[in-house]
């Protein structure tokens, strides 16, 4: 097992995610909201654990930081992660399952932070890294959400978690989007270990928060829900989420009036589902990151454009993949245009016209983003 240590030797916040290279642009918007809201006056120490990072997006993701007090690196699990756990969601990679055994690669930390790379963060993170944790192996806060889903399904769901897991007061179960880990209390008893092992022997239905709230439920010490916000999304509303928390949950969950981590939990992520509730706010800090036109194209892509027969946006896509060659063909046909008279000059200035108005459609789609 590698081992890694602190790149500044005090006032520092260490924060670890875990994604593959798909899943960089999204990471990249998380880091950015990070970075424009934390303080010059701290240090974060930022580690991204993957398997599969190419040079280019580690490059791109390294040009984001430009202060000293900013450091990113990166952490090859290729060799360590090498056979498979149990899966249960589609939408769900195994990179989840790293939050495992990170305390164990960062044993030379006192703590650290684990982040999903689904949120936004708008408040400075060194104050929840800060917390007093008693002395327990982790903090984090209550799944709002699964209060209402839990209570939407059967009785034998709910004793999986009362029975299997051992959580007889379900309002206590844990979002593990954002967990801040003790290392020397979790990393007792070879605890990275054993529960990789249980990754290995079950399939847990919520995966490895399921395995995390089976060890730690008892023994979590909670951060408040504005840490940890997850938004109803519009399926949400329409079940009517928010009648079925319990009180408790409902309090809680409604009290958030200015959440300082959103974190867009379900599988309607905002850069596939810009119409949803706070999906504004991920965009707004998406187009600042050197990702921003490919996860444009990848909305249109993965949204099924072809099969909509929308010609309008396939057309805009098409440009925006060729934008360089539109440029290049703007700029010679409007030389041209002033070189030559008669018919060629009028010929050349139709073609300048008919690539200027190609790239100023996708300018304004981009501005109307």
């Not at 875990?18 to 990249?28: D, E, G, M």
């Not at 599969?52 to 993701?61: R, V, Y």
């Not at 921003?292 to 027969?309: D, F, T, V």
């Not at 440009?319 to 539109?326: C, D, G, P, Q, R």
């Amino acid at each position: 097992m590698i081992s890694i240590e602190p790149v500044f030797k005090s006032n520092y916040c260490a924060v670890a995610f875990a994604v593959n290279n798909y899943y960089v642009p999204y990471l990249a918007t998380t880091l950015k909201s990070l970075i424009l809201n934390s303080n010059g006056a701290h240090n974060y120490d930022i580690l991204v654990f993957s398997k599969d990072l190419s040079a280019q997006n580690m490059d791109l993701l390294r040009s984001m930081t430009t202060t000293d007090n900013i450091s990113i690196r990166f952490i090859d699990l290729q060799k360590i992660f090498t056979s498979k756990v149990h899966l249960t969601a589609g939408h769900i990679t195994e990179e989840t399952y790293f939050r495992l055994i990170m305390p164990k690669i960062m044993e030379k930390y006192n703590r650290f932070l684990y982040m999903d790379a689904d949120l936004i963060i708008l408040d400075d993170i060194f104050e929840l890294y800060s917390m007093d944790m008693h002395n327990a192996p982790l903090a984090a806060t209550e799944e709002c959400l699964f209060s209402a889903l839990i209570n939407l399904c059967d009785v034998q769901e709910r004793e999986y978690f009362t029975d299997k897991l051992g959580i007889k007061n379900l309002d206590t179960y844990f979002q593990a989007g954002v967990l801040l880990f003790d290392v020397r209390q979790y990393n007792a008893n070879n605890m990275s270990e054993k529960l990789m092992q249980r990754a290995h022997s079950y399939n847990y239905h919520m995966m490895d928060q399921d395995i995390l709230n089976e060890e730690f439920n008892k023994s979590y010490i909670r951060f408040d829900v504005d840490w940890n916000y997850a938004p109803l999304q519009g399926h949400m509303i329409e079940k009517n989420y928010l009648d079925k928390m319990t009180p408790y949950i409902r309090g809680i969950y409604t009290s958030v009036v200015k959440p300082r981590v959103i974190h867009y939990a379900d599988r309607r992520k905002p850069w596939l589902f810009p119409n949803e509730a706070m999906a504004e706010i991920w965009w707004s800090y998406a187009r600042q990151t050197p990702f921003y036109e490919e996860l444009l194209i990848r909305l249109m892509e993965e949204a099924n454009i072809q099969k909509s027969g929308d010609s309008q946006m396939l057309h805009i896509m098409h440009v925006m993949n060729h934008m360089t060659k539109f440029k290049l063909k703007r700029f010679f046909y409007r030389n041209m245009k002033h070189i030559f008279g008669g018919n060629a000059h009028k010929k050349y200035a139709d073609k300048y016209q008919k690539y200027n108005t190609e790239i100023k459609l996708v300018q304004n789609f981009l501005n109307n983003m």
